[in-house]
């Protein structure tokens, strides 16, 4: 039911009140799956740097990806004081000793 206008099923199996809801449906159902389709190819082609666990300083786009968290966590615990954090310009930037103090 797309439209939003209630009907009654003829059948077990109906579930919409006309051709044009089915398509409706058909294409959001199709949409969603290129969405996840592009979510999958997006995780395989940015795999975890290896490099990142050997750097003294990280950003916080590295730091997601050590922690595995997002940049709105990171964030969180930065303004509630559980990680330091500096600014380097723009950047901030958090020193990997912090990041393995939050853990323990």
């Known amino acids: 039911m797309n439209c939003g206008i209630q009907f009654t099923a003829k059948t077990t199996v109906t579930q919409f009140c006309s051709d044009n809801c089915a ?28 490099i990142v666990k050997q750097k003294d300083f990280l950003s916080v786009e590295e730091t997601c990806q050590l922690v595995g968290a997002s940049r709105w966590t990171i964030y969180r615990l930065i303004d509630n004081g559980k990680l330091k954090a500096g600014r380097l310009g723009r950047r901030t930037i958090i020193k990997r000793t912090e990041i393995d103090n939050l853990f323990i």
């Open 23 to 50: 398509k409706l449906s058909y294409k959001k159902r199709k949409r969603e799956g290129k969405i996840l389709n592009a979510i999958d190819r997006d995780r395989q082609a940015n795999p975890f740097n290896p």
